[in-house]
């Protein structure tokens, strides 16, 4: 059974910083992207970040400059290193796994999600 198990998020202010961790079982993840989506209420889906095991990386251009994704391939983890935070940031984080490196196309697994709120 392939598990994307998150963590870290929570509540900050304007400006602040949250990172989240998210680790993976039950497939090889040596062969998919990982990385993250974020979803607010009414609106789809979206790519955040992505990264392959050699650290190809690739980001939304919201994210840019104030967000970065690492992965520990030894214990099948990416995480979501996010800083200047702002309210507009404000979703649920779901960690993905997919087989190709782009927003273009649904990720073929996804985690439960984890909640990130920012306020103002």
């Known amino acids: 059974t392939v598990q994307l198990v998150e963590s870290g998020g929570g509540s900050v202010q304007l400006g602040g910083s949250l990172r989240l961790s998210c680790t993976a079982s039950g497939y090889n993840s040596r062969y998919y992207y990982m990385g993250w989506y974020r979803q607010t209420p009414g609106k789809e889906r979206e790519g955040v970040a992505l990264m392959n095991i050699g650290a190809v990386a690739i980001y939304a251009d919201a994210v840019k400059g104030r967000f970065t994704i690492s992965r520990d391939n030894a214990v099948n983890t990416v995480y979501l290193q996010m800083n200047s935070l702002k309210p507009e940031d404000t979703a649920m984080y779901y960690c993905?796994?997919?087989?190709?490196?782009?927003?273009?196309?649904?990720?073929?697994?996804w985690g439960q999600g984890t909640q990130v709120t920012v306020s103002s």
């Open positions: 993905v796994a997919s087989r190709i490196l782009s927003f273009g196309q649904p990720p073929d697994y």
